[in-house]
């Protein structure tokens, strides 16, 4: 399958591209960015075409693998699944139900397969733990902290703009929903509230009567800088595995099963339906943390 790479940033360059690139079954056949210079940096580095369009890179190819800030990744993807591309997306896939809506649609609209890619949800042991969780049930609650440390010296990833205005929610967030949404089910109230050091502490009462809690920031001292997820129930306490993979290997699988979904025609259980799930509770997180009071996700 033919991929064009949207996207330059270090996560582009490092995870997708080198995925890409190394992947058996896929073709990296070119890369856009919003910085041209960099575009041909990258693209030399792999051996392929830099594109100054985007749309472009999309008429050329297969699917798309979009790293770029959640607000420009849906706008491109939605125009990808329009044309009738497969979609191999990040997380969040947007930053509104609005704007995941009209994913959702244009993918559906055009047989688009689509993977997200929640890194933890690729790697094998953490699959097989969630499988076994959700097949035992029983489970009263889950917790997840995601304490990330970016802002110090040498981190490729402090000087993005939306992880300093949107905060752990919005990076982290996603991760910790892509562990606890598959065990416990969909969410049917969110209440959050602001912590120190840009934190937000999210309160989730699930439809099947479990309770959530997600600890998350961005900005969290070194030593306190970690990430862990557990499930409590009448079984006891059950803790999420470390993942045993790279983030390169990990979007190999994820390439693995956009493949899969496209030549099959079944639907991925991160795809972009997934992903506006997703989005519907973080944007819920937003709206009560900032208007003090328990919201509905959209």
């Known amino acids: 399958m033919r991929f064009g790479l949207l996207g330059?940033?270090?996560w582009a360059a490092e995870t997708h591209g080198a995925a890409l690139a190394a992947h058996p079954d896929a073709e990296l056949a070119g890369i856009w960015g919003r910085d041209p210079a960099k575009a041909a940096a990258l693209a030399d580095r792999h051996g392929t075409r830099a594109y100054t369009d985007a749309d472009a890179l999309i008429a050329d190819v297969d699917a798309v693998a979009v790293a770029l800030p959640p607000d420009i990744q849906s706008d491109l993807a939605e125009c990808a699944a329009r044309a009738g591309r497969h979609l191999l997306l990040d997380k969040p896939v947007a930053f509104t139900t609005t704007a995941a809506d009209r994913l959702v649609t244009a993918a559906e609209e055009r047989s688009a397969a689509s993977v997200v890619f929640f890194t933890r949800r690729f790697a094998a042991p953490?699959?097989?733990f969630l499988d076994r969780a959700a097949a035992a049930g029983g489970w009263d609650g889950g917790r997840a902290t995601g304490f990330g440390s970016i802002f110090r010296s040498g981190s490729p990833y402090g000087a993005s703009p939306w992880r300093r205005e949107r905060g752990g929610l919005w990076?982290?967030?996603?991760?910790?929903?892509?562990?606890l949404l598959p065990v416990l089910g969909p969410v049917a109230e969110v209440t959050a509230l602001d912590g120190p050091r840009g934190a937000a502490h999210?309160?989730?009462r699930h439809d099947s009567g479990a309770v959530g809690t997600l600890a998350l920031t961005l900005d969290a001292p070194p030593a306190a800088a970690g990430f862990g997820c557990d499930f409590y129930g009448e079984q006891g306490t059950a803790e999420v595995p470390d993942p045993g993979t790279t983030a390169v290997e990990a979007y190999g699988t994820a390439v693995d099963r956009l493949l899969l979904s496209a030549r099959d025609g079944v639907?991925?259980?991160c795809d972009v339906r997934f992903g506006r799930e997703v989005v519907a509770v973080l944007e819920a997180a937003d709206r009560s943390r900032r208007e003090g009071r328990t919201a509905v996700p959209g």
């Not at 990076?171 to 562990?179: I, N, Y």
């Open 8 to 10: 330059t940033g270090h």
């Open 126 to 128: 953490i699959a097989s």
């Open 171 to 179: 990076d982290v967030g996603p991760h910790a929903l892509s562990l």
């Open 202 to 204: 999210v309160l989730l």
């Open 267 to 269: 639907a991925d259980p």
